[in-house]
């Protein structure tokens, strides 16, 4: 049984997500926008607050969190390295946002303001960490600081490029990943380096 259909609370939300996101144009990501479309739906408006009293970043997170989940469900890691897992997963976190574009948009817009930023932060070290976690990544050492600040930046980059892309299939995007991470494959020789001139740091700092 999936974590959705196991919580009724997170089941809703979802629910709730679903109807906003299937929009024709966008509304934005705030309860009043929510509210104003469960209503068409023949739902109660006090469901928005009700299921996100956090307003629109407790959507922006849940919806985040949506696309953490669909990411590693449909992305096809057999066969692959360790890098090559990575690009599969991001590859598919694209797709699964490929017809929600305008939605990542507006989150973007968002989490861009000073206010949120310590938020921003935190949604793209989560979802960092389900690409490295679903890539089967099981560093306990500096490496693990290391990869995921190298794929924060990736990520980031190439959404925003994305935002932009009117390339089929993300064509263009997915081109200019592929050069992003041509770096994560000299990314053991680099520790190997480093842990030569440094091995303290690579043998006894790991996550908590």
């Known amino acids: 049984m999936s974590e959705t259909a196991a919580d009724p609370i997170l089941s809703a939300r979802e629910a709730a997500l679903e109807r906003l996101l299937a929009e024709p144009d966008f509304p934005g990501w705030s309860r009043a926008a929510l509210a104003a479309v469960l209503r068409r739906h023949g739902e109660a408006e006090a469901e928005a607050t009700r299921l ?9 997170d849940a919806f985040t969190a949506r696309v953490d989940r669909l990411m590693v469900a449909h992305a096809d890691l057999t066969g692959r390295g360790l890098t090559g897992r990575v690009r ?5 976190r694209l797709a699964v946002m490929r ?8 989150a973007l817009g968002r989490l861009a303001l ?26 306990t050492d500096f490496s693990w600081y290391t990869k995921r600040a190298t794929l924060a930046g990736i990520y980031s980059a190439t959404l925003l490029y994305w935002l ?25 020789q680099w520790r190997a380096r480093l842990q030569t001139r440094l091995p303290f740091a690579c043998g006894t700092l790991a996550p908590s």
């Open 99 to 106: 017809p929600h574009k305008e939605a990542v948009r507006h």
């Open 114 to 139: 000073r206010r949120h930023r310590l938020a921003a932060l935190r949604l793209l070290a989560r979802s960092v960490d389900a690409v490295w976690h679903a890539a089967g990544d099981e560093a």
């Open 88 to 92: 599969a997963l991001l590859a598919a």
């Open 164 to 188: 932009t892309d009117a390339s089929p299939d993300d064509a263009a995007t997915l081109a200019f990943l592929d050069r992003r991470l041509a770096g994560l494959k000299t990314f053991g």
């Open 52 to 60: 996100f009293p956090g307003g629109a970043l407790d959507m922006i």
